[in-house]
């Protein structure tokens, strides 16, 4: 990869658990699943199911091909984020919408439905007039 990933100190390069993004991307998924938290890494080592195999190929294919135009769209949210995945674009489902997220190097180790909010937050207006009991007491002028 020509992008250079740097932590949020200057002048650093990108580390999870004492490995730097190249030697994670040449490790066997079964290695990475060691420096992976727990939950993560029982899923990776249970196996990944059809669906989470697919997606995996996809990624890899998409990698060969370098182009980042279109996003993988995908309803996995349980999916765990790899050293794989990092450069490439997701297109994950929310439940109403597919939202882009980019991977970078920070978000390996967590699931791609963290990145996608399902809940929109709500700001309320000002109660009109009949909205409550008291407000029908409440003079116009």
């Known amino acids: 990869m020509s992008q250079e990933y740097r932590t949020g100190r200057e002048g650093e390069e990108f580390t999870y658990r004492g490995h730097t993004l190249e030697e994670l991307q040449e490790m066997e998924l ?3 699943a060691e420096l992976l938290p727990a939950r993560k890494r029982r899923s990776i080592v249970r ?3 059809e669906e989470q195999q697919k997606l995996l190929e996809k990624a ?3 990698d060969e091909q370098e182009t980042a135009n279109s996003p993988i769209r995908t309803h996995l949210r349980d999916m765990p ?3 794989e995945f990092v450069g490439l674009t997701f297109a994950v489902y929310s439940g109403q919408e597919f939202g882009r997220v980019r991977v970078e190097p920070e978000m390996i180790g967590h699931y791609l439905g963290e ?16 909205a409550t009991r008291s407000s029908k007491f409440v003079p116009l002028k």
């Open 30 to 32: 079964e290695d990475v």
């Open 115 to 130: 990145f996608q909010l399902t809940r929109n937050s709500v700001e309320h207006g000002q109660a009109g007039i009949g």
């Open 60 to 62: 890899r294919e998409k």
């Open 81 to 83: 984020v790899l050293p």
């Open 47 to 49: 196996g990944l199911d």
